[in-house]
Each structure stands twice: as structure tokens, then as C-alpha cells.
């Protein structure tokens, strides 16, 4: 695609008067902090919501891997947008959502319950590549980061709002008690969404738009792929300490499940610290260097916990750095991966969303055995080996970001 053409593809829709674009990122990011925190607040509790259904402790880690799971459908959000239009894709991913949520409060198993989470997940997986392709599509390069900042947000309130809410209801209620509230929320948010995001004038315009084509184009292009390798390293990662951190600190401090939620704020801090300086910074000091900048702090953060010991404030400091480089990192990252390949943009982070979810759900997988087999050390030891690679592949893609000449290369 030539840099004229990238230019056209990036801004084929008009974002119309800021105030009904920031009203539509707005309901867009309740939307995404309905899935957001429905995939991210459970994982510190997992332990405890297999031990209410009897199960062993070494069966807790398939409950993220069933959240992060279905993740594997999102390359396909293009394909089923293009088939139903991008209003209704948006209703059948989140009656596909809240169902899922809604039904594990009469789940009678742990195994059927896993299989719920694979059907909420599912529903999850879908929105947020559309959510991500609505600003790609509606602000130019120039100021994307400001605004994706804002719709990240909701990754960050998962985190802070929704692990202490998660924390306080399974101690107080039970543990799907935090899932029924969470589709209700969803249902608001998909309102608001059709209302003042994905309307009808915005969906034809997407329709009538050019393309150059779905996730094969995305897999034959050089960066574009080097791009996702970057972010599947990250995802290992960032995964395989978020999965083992908790059991680690309940085992070393023995804390509540309460106490944990209220201590997991901090993180919560860091998250909402890195999206403050996307929003406010990430524009101006260029979106590959803010990449490359996170991973050094997440790098600097694994150091230190490895570091920590039996203290629990250098575990929480080191913590803190770890979450505040890696969401700065990954935030960064999605400018760059909504312009790499323009004309192909849902395909682009519809994919982007899959590669993560396979990355979230192998570290997942093996965290907690790894943990049990070689201890805290050698999984962080594997976290900074991933995380070096991650930093090796975004290294050799290049983006000139010249005003409308955005074209991305790989380097030789």
C-alpha cells in the first residue's frame, strides 16, 4: 500500500464534533470495562473459586486459561463484521458476553463453569477490536494515542475498580455474584454504544469504506506480523507473573482474599498512572519510542521482584513497575498497530487481540505448574527472556510517522 493510500484508509470516516467523539469512546470504554474486568479482576482469585467447587489448587489455572481462551476468535471480528454489519456484531458479542456471565451463577460444576467463561470470553474477544478500529478510523495517527489512551482506561479500571469489587463479593456473597453484575453493565454499555458510537450513519460510512483485505493481508505483511510476535512475547511475559504473583504473595504473607483485592489497588495505580501518561505524553514523544520505553520499566519491575524477598513493600514497588511499564508498553503498541496496515484495520487488531489471547492463555496454562516445579524465580527468569524477545522483534519494525506519509517497513 503506497503512503498516499494509507493516509486515505486512515481517516475514510469523519469523527464529526469532539463532542460526540469523546461520547463515543465514552460508551465504548464502559463496554470494554464490562469485558476488560470480566477476564482480568478473577485471575488473583482463581485459587478461591476453585476451592468453592472442592477443586485441587493445581486446577485453578485453567479458570484463566477458559477466560482467556476464546480470545483465539478475535482475527475473525472482521469477517463477521463484514458479513452483518458492525452494529449487529456488536449486539451478538455482547448477548454472547452477558449470557455467558449471567449463567455462571447456576453453574453446577467447575467444569461447566470453565465452559462458561470460554462462552463470555468469546463474546469479549469480539468487542474490543472494534472498539480499538472505531478511533483507528475516526482520529488521525497524529492524535490516536491521546484517544486510545482514554478507551484503555477501561483495561486499567479492571483492574483498580474491579479486582478489590471481586475481592469484597466472593468474601461477602459468592464468586459469580461479581459476573451477574458485570453483564449488566455490559447491556448498559452496548446501549450507550449503539447510541453514540457504532450508529447507523457511522456503520454505512464503514461499510461504503475501502479495504485492503482481512487477515490474510494482515499475514502477509512483514511488520504487521513482526508487530504481533512482539505483542505474544509481552503477553507471555506479563501473564506468567500476573498468574503468580498471588499464590506467591497468599503462600509468603498469607493474606485474604480481601486483603489481596485491597493490596492489587496499588497495581490498579500503576495501570491508571501509565494511562495518564499515554494520554497526556504519548503523542509527543513518538508511539515506537513509548514502546520500547515501557518494556525497560516492566524489565526494571521483574528485577526488583525477583529481588524482594520477604519484603512485601519491595514485591508491591516492584510490582507497581512491572504493571505501570507493561501497560504503557502495550497501550503504546496499539497506535502502531492500527496504522501498520491501514486499509485492513479490524483484521489488524482483531488479530493483534488474538495473538494476545493465545500469549495470555499459554503462560496461564503453565504458570502455576512452572511455579510448583521451578519456584518464583526461574518463572520470572522466563518472564525476562520473553520479555527481551518481545522488545527484539518491535525493534525491527519501523513506522515514518511524517504527516501523511505513513507507511511501515520492516528493517533489514
Known amino acids: 500500500m503506497s503512503a498516499g493510500d494509507s493516509a486515505a484508509a486512515g481517516q475514510r470516516i469523519a469523527s464529526g464534533s469532539p463532542r460526540a467523539l469523546w461520547r463515543g469512546v465514552a460508551s465504548l470504554t464502559l463496554l470494554r470495562f464490562a469485558g476488560d474486568t470480566a477476564v482480568r479482576a478473577p485471575v488473583p482469585f482463581v ?9 485441587l489448587p493445581e486446577s485453578a489455572g485453567w479458570f484463566a486459561v477458559a477466560l482467556g481462551l476464546s480470545g483465539l476468535v478475535s482475527p475473525l471480528v472482521s469477517v463477521i463484521e463484514r458479513r452483518v454489519g458492525a452494529r449487529r456484531s456488536i449486539v451478538i458479542s455482547t ?47 497524529a492524535r490516536r494515542g491521546t484517544v486510545l489512551g482514554v478507551l484503555e482506561l477501561a483495561w486499567a479500571l479492571a483492574w483498580i475498580v474491579g479486582v478489590p469489587a471481586f475481592g469484597f463479593l466472593i468474601q461477602r456473597a459468592a464468586w459469580w455474584v461479581p459476573f451477574s453484575v458485570i453483564g449488566v453493565i455490559s447491556l448498559i454499555g452496548t446501549w450507550a454504544t449503539l447510541r453514540f458510537a457504532i450508529t447507523r450513519d457511522h456503520a454505512r460510512a464503514l461499510a461504503a469504506g475501502p ?69 497526556f505524553a504519548l503523542d509527543r514523544i513518538g ?37 505501570l511499564g507493561f501497560e504503557y508498553a502495550v497501550v503504546s503498541n496499539l497506535p502502531v498497530a492500527s496504522e501498520v496496515l491501514p486499509g485492513a484495520r479490524t483484521a489488524m487488531m482483531g488479530s493483534l487481540s488474538g495473538v494476545n489471547s ?29 520479555l527481551a524477545l518481545a522488545a527484539l522483534a518491535f525493534w525491527s ?7 501523511h506519509r505513513i507507511e511501515a517497513y520492516a528493517a533489514d
Do not use: W
Request: hydrophobic share 60%; with cysteine.
Open 47 to 55: 485459587i478461591f473459586i476453585a476451592a468453592s467447587y472442592g477443586a
Open 95 to 141: 448477548a454472547i458476553f452477558a449470557g455467558g456471565c449471567f449463567a455462571l451463577a447456576f453453574a453446577p460444576s467447575f467444569p461447566i463453569a470453565l465452559a462458561l467463561c470460554v462462552v463470555l470470553g468469546l463474546g469479549r474477544s469480539l468487542i474490543g477490536p472494534q472498539a480499538q478500529a472505531y478511533v483507528a478510523d475516526t482520529v488521525p495517527y
Open 211 to 279: 479495504t485492503s483485505g482481512g487477515l490474510a493481508a494482515v499475514l502477509r505483511h512483514v511488520p504487521a506480523r513482526r508487530v504481533l510476535l512482539s505483542s505474544f512475547c509481552l503477553m507471555i511475559a506479563i501473564n506468567l507473573t500476573v498468574v503468580v504473583y498471588a499464590p506467591h504473595l497468599v503462600a509468603q504473607f498469607g493474606l485474604t482474599a480481601e486483603r489481596l483485592g485491597v493490596i492489587s489497588i496499588v497495581l490498579g495505580v500503576a495501570d491508571v498512572v501509565a494511562e495518564g501518561l499515554i494520554i
Open 287 to 323: 508511539k515506537q519510542r513509548s514502546v520500547l520505553l515501557g518494556l525497560l520499566v516492566m524489565g526494571a519491575g521483574l528485577f526488583g521482584f525477583l529481588a524482594a524477598g520477604l519484603n512485601l513493600l519491595a514485591a508491591m514497588a516492584s510490582l507497581f513497575l512491572v504493571f
Open 358 to 386: 493465545i500469549g495470555r492463555t499459554l503462560a496461564a496454562l503453565v504458570a502455576i505448574p512452572l511455579y510448583a516445579a521451578i519456584g518464583l524465580s526461574g518463572v520470572l527468569v522466563i518472564s525476562l527472556f520473553a
Open 397 to 403: 519494525v519501523k513506522l515514518d510517522e511524517r504527516p
